[in-house]
């Protein structure tokens, strides 16, 4: 495939999840959503040169890519569940305060989780290069 029709696919993939977002709220599955799109933007600027590279992965590596991509996930579920706990129970935010730190909160909570993925997944496929 060609490295445009990646970056539009994680366009696509960002541009569904905004209109998502705003027309449903949040939900879970953008956990899912947005390390694919890192990955097709991966692609895109060349830092996953060719998929013959994962192939060189062994089996403990994409193990722990895995395990990674779990933690991860429960890292952004984590510190979510944490905001809605502070913006809820313990500043008692209402109305647009309240809409504003939820969006701000959702959006800060995955940096962590898609460094997380991302570094795991550069650093293994620098390995890969090297071989």
């Known amino acids: 495939m060609n490295k445009k029709t ?11 999840m905004t209109i998502t977002w705003i027309l449903y ?15 097709c933007f991966s692609i895109h600027d060349s830092s996953i040169k060719e998929w013959k ?3 060189r992965f062994s089996f403990k ?13 429960g890292v952004a579920l984590g510190l979510i569940m944490l905001a809605r ?3 809820q129970d313990i500043f008692h935010l209402h109305g647009w305060v309240k809409t504003v730190s939820q969006y701000t909160a959702v959006i800060l909570s995955l940096f ?3 460094y ?3 570094s795991t997944l550069l650093k293994f496929s620098e390995e890969a290069t090297e071989k």
């Open 6 to 16: 990646f970056n539009t696919i994680g366009w696509l993939i960002l541009l569904g």
């Open 25 to 39: 709220g949040y939900t879970n599955w953008f956990l899912l959503f947005l390390p694919i799109a890192t990955i």
């Open 53 to 55: 590279i994962v192939k």
């Open 61 to 73: 590596q994409v193990l722990i890519i895995i395990g990674t991509f779990i933690i991860a996930v």
């Open 85 to 87: 706990y502070l913006i």
């Open 112 to 114: 962590p989780a898609q």
């Open 116 to 118: 997380l993925f991302s």
